[in-house]
């Protein structure tokens, strides 16, 4: 785009163009705060009674002392005022052109009327009673209850909220005024309650900022042609100016050239770069301690102040970095960095062979540096790093720096480094490079720091994607040498675990050849684990559930027969004898059964919170790597214990399908519904088997997986071969438990009066499991529930037996066993066996 400016020269500037809206984090934010609030007012009238109605009641007595000529006349002003204010502010912005902020309004305005009529129909059809006193009562000489939410207020605020009035401090009084009158003549006439009316100005506000999200608001970011005449206010004379890729954190970047003087390079920084990535920041913040989490200004001109005083700092100190020439606003919602212009090429673009020692010991000197006043960087990725002539490195995208760090952050600068070239080069360079420039005993002190919780967000997807490619290219040439006899099972095994080992251990190894005292115990950053967090949300939903979806009265426990229903708790217990056994009778190796026996117990509350089959792999490959099994022989043994189980899965639903359909036909009656079910099953998985084959992408994604989760299994089992007592033990596991768990739906079910076959239940269980395990739910809640339940009545069950047998057999082996896990998970966490 171009334009002319004032003085007549021409001012070029190429660069996309900037969306023409903008999702802020702070309009969800706004939202979220409403709706607590909303839902808050909700709980307050629900258990607040008393003080609600003291409230409405104070409020009635004292309204009779206004004079009722003076409500009439207010009520009257307030009525048309509500209606002509809002009217006269959108005549005038469309006036003006700004038709596009009214728009926003009027929609928001009739989103806000929909919410208001959908929360009046709830309240009066149902809500709790308490909820509806608080919200509604008998205006004077009328018999019908008054609306929750004011229908016509509601939308008001909307509109105020989402044209937003902040630069319009006259408009803004204006219709406040106006809508504070309307509410108080509607509090004193009787026609509303106090509550109503903080419920009405929670949800036009809420409305409003979910509007302004959801459309996104128009975009106010500063555009090239208003940096130009940014920059020609304070001395400059650009003339040619084109976007360049934006800079770490969000900062717009321009090169700028000038009609007399050096080639710059501008970054503009605002409210929408401020605002990005906020969820993530706090997050980080709440997580970790605050060494290890990069500030964040508050505001634009901290912002702009921050970034300033680094640049000087670490021009000042010497190192080498881009010099900062000049600041400016760039109106009330922008700000300018000039600095000048470097020709390089980041250490991204860069090829791994021009990645040389030289420019890496230069960087290392430019951080040394920095270090040595203490200045830290904190984003030491290959965008910050800029190689010019091929040799030389300057550090640049100081603005997330901090001035007198302390030694942790400094440290956790040299392990960023290092590990953002150990990406490029391999650790073996990137140690030797470092400890050529700073001394080992610094680098070894970063040791403790190598962990992925302080390092880069793109770091950290970086190693992954490494980490994982090599293990992926290891696979798959051990399977080839394997399947050519060029090496055998036991050293492809090895390969493979040498090539699965991460980066940051090999970053790790490099560091101890050269100072073997160097500390290893990992830096303590974590204020707040994950698995913390996900240990609170699992108990508090299991807590919700229990309390809620599982009530007394759905057991119909005044007619269960407890004696049946402590024989299926009895083989509810037997079932984690049962799957310790299916899975040390695939380790050759001695474990402590005791151990074994509590880490299925464990594998209970991993259920809560992840897939069935996805938790209970990752739980006992994790276990019996803890038992001093080496990781490729563990993930083979868990793989022939999941391929031993889905076989014998698939042969005891065959065997008992037949039994239980040859049991109806002995009785005279040839059409059972588990063996249509049976049938049906079949006929699915055939269908499922057949559109994988066809489709190239899934059959190529499902071959990967499989081949990647079952290698090494076959020739595990022909290992285990050679020991019959172990097969023994991990069929006869599998057989137990497929058993004990229909003994404890079939004992379920007897407990509530009613009998049938046991290989039909087996059916039923075996055909639930499998639908539990397919669906990505935790535990398979929904999926089992509902399977079982509609398999059970289709076979003719009652559903007054099934629901209740059902609801049981899912306590005593889902939701009972999770309080026993969650000890026995923390157990083994502290003996180091999980």
Same mark, same amino acid.
């Given at each position: 785009?171009?334009?002319?400016?004032?003085?007549?020269?021409?001012?070029?500037?190429?660069?996309?163009?900037?969306?023409?809206?903008?999702?802020?984090?702070?309009?969800?934010?706004?939202?979220?705060?409403?709706?607590?609030?909303?839902?808050?007012?909700?709980?307050?009238?629900?258990?607040?009674?008393?003080?609600?109605?003291?409230?409405?009641?104070?409020?009635?007595?004292?309204?009779?002392?206004?004079?009722?000529?003076?409500?009439?006349?207010?009520?009257?002003?307030?009525?048309?005022?509500?209606?002509?204010?809002?009217?006269?502010?959108?005549?005038?912005?469309?006036?003006?052109?700004?038709?596009?902020?009214?728009?926003?309004?009027?929609?928001?305005?009739?989103?806000?009327?929909?919410?208001?009529?959908?929360?009046?129909?709830?309240?009066?059809?149902?809500?709790?009673?308490?909820?509806?006193?608080?919200? /509604?009562?008998?205006?004077?000489?009328?018999?019908?209850?008054?609306?929750?939410?004011?229908?016509?207020?509601?939308?008001?605020?909307?509109?105020?909220?989402?044209?937003?009035?902040?630069?319009?401090?006259?408009?803004?009084?204006?219709?406040?005024?106006?809508?504070?009158?309307?509410?108080? /003549?509607?509090?004193?006439?009787?026609?509303?309650?106090?509550?109503?009316?903080?419920?009405?100005?929670?949800?036009?506000?809420?409305?409003?900022?979910?509007?302004?999200?959801?459309?996104?608001?128009?975009?106010?970011?500063?555009?090239?042609?208003?940096?130009?005449?940014?920059?020609?206010?304070?001395?400059?004379?650009?003339?040619?100016?084109?976007?360049?890729?934006?800079?770490?954190?969000?900062?717009?970047?321009?090169?700028?050239?000038?009609?007399? %003087?050096?080639?710059?390079? *501008?970054?503009?920084?605002? @409210?929408?770069?401020?605002?990005?990535?906020?969820?993530?920041?706090?997050?980080?913040?709440?997580?970790?301690?605050?060494?290890?989490?990069?500030?964040?200004?508050?505001?634009?001109?901290?912002?702009?102040?921050?970034?300033?005083?680094?640049?000087?700092?670490?021009?000042?100190?010497?190192?080498?970095?881009?010099?900062?020439?000049?600041?400016?606003?760039?109106?009330?919602?922008?700000?300018?960095?000039?600095?000048?212009?470097?020709?390089?090429?980041?250490?991204?673009?860069?090829?791994?062979?021009?990645?040389?020692?030289?420019?890496?010991?230069?960087?290392?000197?430019?951080?040394?540096?920095?270090?040595?006043?203490?200045?830290?960087?904190?984003?030491?990725?290959?965008?910050?790093?800029?190689?010019?002539?091929?040799?030389?490195?300057?550090?640049?995208?100081?603005?997330?720096?901090?001035?007198?760090?302390?030694?942790?952050?400094?440290?956790?600068?040299?392990?960023?480094?290092?590990?953002?070239?150990?990406?490029?080069?391999?650790?073996?360079?990137?140690?030797?490079?470092?400890?050529?420039?700073?001394?080992?005993?610094?680098?070894?002190?970063?040791?403790?720091?190598?962990?992925?919780?302080?390092?880069?967000?793109? $770091?950290?997807?970086?190693?992954?994607?490494?980490?994982?490619?090599?293990?992926?290219?290891?696979?798959?040439?051990?399977?080839?040498?394997?399947?050519? %006899?060029?090496?055998?099972?036991?050293?492809?095994?090895?390969?493979?675990?040498?090539?699965?080992?991460?980066?940051? $251990? @090999?970053?790790?190894?490099?560091?101890?050849?050269?100072?073997?005292?160097?500390?290893?115990?990992?830096?303590?950053?974590?204020?707040?684990?994950?698995?913390?967090?996900?240990?609170?949300?699992?108990?508090?939903?299991?807590?919700?559930?229990?309390?809620?979806?599982?009530?007394?009265?759905?057991?119909?426990?005044?007619?269960?027969?407890?004696?049946?229903?402590?024989?299926?708790?009895?083989?509810?217990?037997?079932?984690?004898?049962?799957?310790?056994?299916?899975?040390?009778?695939?380790?050759?190796?001695?474990?402590?059964?005791?151990?074994?026996?509590?880490?299925?117990?464990?594998? $209970?509350?991993?259920?809560?919170?992840?897939?069935?089959?996805?938790?209970?792999?990752?739980?006992?490959?994790?276990?019996?790597?803890?038992?001093?099994? @080496?990781?490729?022989?563990?993930?083979?043994?868990?793989?022939?214990?999941?391929?031993?189980?889905?076989?014998?899965?698939?042969?005891?639903?065959?065997?008992?399908?037949?039994?239980?359909? %040859?049991?109806?036909?002995?009785?005279?009656?040839?059409?059972?519904?588990?063996?249509?079910?049976?049938?049906?099953?079949?006929?699915?998985?055939?269908?499922?088997?057949?559109?994988?084959?066809?489709?190239?992408?899934?059959?190529?994604?499902?071959?990967?997986?499989?081949?990647?989760?079952?290698?090494? *299994?076959?020739?595990?089992?022909?290992?285990?071969?050679?020991?019959?007592?172990?097969?023994?033990?991990?069929?006869?596991?599998?057989?137990?438990?497929?058993?004990?768990?229909?003994?404890?739906?079939?004992?379920?079910?007897?407990?509530?009066?009613?009998?049938?076959?046991?290989?039909?239940?087996?059916?039923?269980?075996?055909?639930?499991?499998?639908?539990?395990?397919?669906?990505?739910?935790?535990?398979?809640? %929904?999926?089992?529930?509902?399977?079982?339940?509609?398999?059970?009545?289709?076979?003719?069950?009652?559903?007054?037996?099934?629901?209740?047998?059902?609801?049981?057999?899912?306590?005593?082996?889902?939701?009972?066993?999770?309080?026993?896990?969650?000890?026995?998970?923390?157990?083994?966490?502290?003996?180091?066996?999980?």
């Amino acid at each position: 785009m171009a334009d002319e400016p004032p003085n007549g020269e021409h001012l070029a500037v190429d660069e996309p163009l900037l969306a023409a809206r903008a999702h802020r984090p702070s309009d969800l934010l706004r939202f979220l705060a409403g709706l607590l609030g909303i839902v808050a007012l909700f709980l307050v009238a629900r258990f607040a009674v008393s003080t609600t109605s003291g409230l409405e009641t104070d409020i009635s007595k004292n309204a009779e002392h206004i004079p009722s000529w003076l409500t009439t006349v207010a009520g009257l002003v307030s009525s048309i005022a509500v209606l002509a204010v809002p009217l006269s502010f959108a005549v005038e912005r469309l006036i003006k052109r700004d038709g596009l902020r009214v728009a926003d309004g009027v929609l928001a305005s009739v989103l806000a009327y929909g919410v208001s009529l959908g929360v009046d129909w709830w309240v009066a059809a149902g809500a709790p009673s308490e909820v509806r006193n608080a919200l /509604t009562q008998f205006p004077p000489g009328s018999q019908s209850l008054t609306d929750p939410v004011h229908g016509y207020l509601a939308p008001v605020i909307a509109y105020m909220t989402a044209v937003g009035m902040s630069s319009r401090p006259r408009w803004r009084v204006a219709l406040w005024s106006v809508v504070l009158l309307s509410g108080l /003549t509607e509090l004193a006439s009787g026609y509303t309650t106090v509550l109503s009316l903080i419920l009405t100005v929670l949800i036009g506000w809420s409305v409003a900022y979910a509007t302004l999200y959801a459309i996104g608001s128009p975009n106010i970011r500063p555009t090239g042609q208003h940096l130009m005449i940014g920059l020609r206010k304070v001395g400059f004379s650009p003339s040619v100016a084109h976007g360049a890729p934006d800079a770490p954190g969000g900062a717009r970047r321009y090169y700028v050239e000038q009609v007399s %003087g050096p080639p710059l390079d *501008v970054h503009v920084i605002d @409210r929408e770069q401020q605002a990005s990535g906020f969820f993530y920041r706090a997050w980080r913040r709440v997580r970790l301690r605050s060494v290890a989490v990069r500030r964040s200004p508050q505001s634009l001109r901290q912002a702009l102040e921050q970034e300033a005083l680094i640049a000087y700092a670490a021009t000042a100190s010497g190192a080498r970095a881009p010099q900062l020439v000049a600041t400016s606003e760039l109106g009330p919602d922008a700000a300018v960095l000039v600095y000048e212009k470097l020709t390089g090429r980041p250490l991204d673009e860069l090829a791994d062979d021009e990645v040389t020692d030289e420019a890496m010991a230069s960087f290392w000197e430019a951080v040394d540096a920095l270090h040595q006043r203490r200045i830290a960087h904190r984003r030491l990725t290959g965008e910050s790093l800029l190689v010019v002539d091929e040799k030389t490195g300057y550090l640049v995208n100081l603005s997330g720096g901090d001035i007198a760090a302390g030694d942790l952050t400094l440290r956790i600068d040299i392990a960023q480094l290092l590990t953002t070239f150990a990406l490029r080069v391999g650790p073996e360079r990137a140690v030797a490079t470092a400890n050529l420039v700073l001394s080992a005993d610094r680098v070894a002190a970063s040791l403790p720091l190598l962990q992925p919780v302080a390092l880069n967000r793109g $770091s950290r997807a970086d190693l992954s994607r490494l980490n994982k490619a090599r293990k992926s290219t290891a696979q798959a040439l051990a399977l080839e040498q394997v399947a050519a %006899g060029e090496r055998t099972q036991q050293q492809a095994e090895e390969d493979i675990a040498i090539a699965s080992e991460d980066l940051l $251990s @090999r970053i790790r190894g490099q560091i101890l050849q050269v100072v073997p005292e160097a500390p290893l115990a990992p830096e303590k950053l974590e204020r707040l684990k994950p698995k913390t967090v996900i240990t609170v949300v699992a108990l508090a939903f299991a807590a919700y559930f229990a309390l809620t979806a599982i009530k007394p009265e759905q057991f119909n426990l005044d007619r269960m027969n407890w004696a049946w229903a402590a024989a299926a708790l009895a083989a509810s217990a037997m079932s984690y004898i049962a799957a310790s056994m299916s899975l040390t009778g695939f380790v050759l190796e001695r474990l402590p059964f005791r151990r074994t026996v509590a880490a299925q117990v464990a594998g $209970s509350f991993v259920k809560l919170v992840a897939p069935a089959a996805i938790g209970g792999i990752a739980l006992n490959t994790r276990y019996l790597q803890k038992a001093g099994i @080496r990781p490729v022989q563990a993930v083979a043994s868990v793989g022939a214990s999941q391929l031993a189980g889905l076989g014998g899965h698939l042969f005891l639903l065959f065997t008992f399908g037949l039994i239980a359909g %040859g049991q109806r036909q002995a009785e005279g009656n040839g059409e059972f519904g588990t063996s249509r079910a049976l049938i049906i099953g079949v006929l699915s998985t055939a269908v499922l088997a057949l559109v994988i084959a066809a489709v190239g992408p899934i059959r190529r994604f499902v071959v990967t997986r499989v081949r990647a989760l079952f290698f090494g *299994v076959v020739p595990r089992m022909l290992d285990l071969m050679q020991n019959p007592q172990k097969l023994l033990t991990g069929f006869g596991g599998i057989l137990l438990l497929t058993l004990s768990f229909t003994a404890c739906l079939d004992a379920s079910i007897r407990a509530f009066g009613y009998t049938m076959s046991f290989s039909a239940v087996a059916v039923v269980f075996l055909t639930a499991n499998a639908a539990g395990s397919a669906i990505p739910t935790p535990g398979g809640i %929904g999926a089992v529930e509902v399977t079982l339940i509609g398999t059970l009545t289709f076979t003719g069950v009652p559903a007054t037996v099934a629901t209740p047998a059902v609801f049981l057999y899912r306590l005593l082996t889902f939701w009972l066993p999770v309080i026993p896990g969650w000890i026995c998970y923390n157990v083994l966490q502290r003996k180091d066996a999980l």
